[in-house]
C-alpha cells in the first residue's frame, strides 16, 4: 500500500510561486509514476502534470505549460511540483496521485494510490 501526503498548499498573490511536494511512505514509490491532479470548486478533476518512475519523462496539460515543472528527488521519496506564474484560475485543490507507469497517464483513473489534498489559492 503506497501512502501519499501533499504539502506546500497556501495562499498567494497572482504572479507569485508555491512549491508542492507528494511525500511516499514506501520505498518501492521510486517504481512509481506520479501525477498531480486539481479540483476547483464545481469543476471537475483535472490532470496538470506527471513524471516517470526514473523522472526522465514528464508530461503536462497546455494551461500550466511554462509555468509548473514537476521533479523527482529518489533520495528524499519526494515528488516536488514548481508552481510559478500563478494566477487565479490555478486555485484549486491539489492531489498527487501514484501508478505503475505505462507512459504519460492524465486520466485519474489510471491512479490507484491517492493523497488527501492540499488547498492553493491564488488572488488577483
Known amino acids: 500500500q503506497v501512502q501519499l501526503v501533499e504539502s506546500g498548499g497556501g495562499s498567494v498573490q497572482a504572479g507569485g510561486s508555491l512549491r508542492l511536494s507528494c511525500a511516499a511512505s514506501v520505498r518501492i514509490f521510486n517504481s512509481y509514476g506520479v501525477g498531480w491532479f486539481r479540483q476547483a470548486p464545481g469543476k471537475e478533476r483535472e490532470f496538470v502534470a506527471a513524471v516517470s518512475w526514473r523522472g526522465d519523462s514528464s508530461s503536462y496539460v497546455d494551461s500550466v505549460k511554462g509555468r509548473f515543472t514537476i521533479s523527482r528527488d529518489h533520495a528524499k521519496n519526494t515528488v516536488d511540483l514548481q508552481m510559478n506564474s500563478l494566477k487565479p484560475e490555478d486555485t484549486a485543490v491539489y492531489y498527487c496521485?501514484?501508478?505503475?507507469?505505462?507512459?504519460?497517464?492524465?486520466?485519474?483513473?489510471?491512479?490507484?494510490?491517492w493523497g488527501q489534498g492540499t488547498q492553493v489559492t491564488v488572488s488577483s
Open positions: 496521485a501514484a501508478t505503475q507507469w505505462k507512459g504519460p497517464m492524465r486520466d485519474g483513473g489510471d491512479y490507484p494510490y
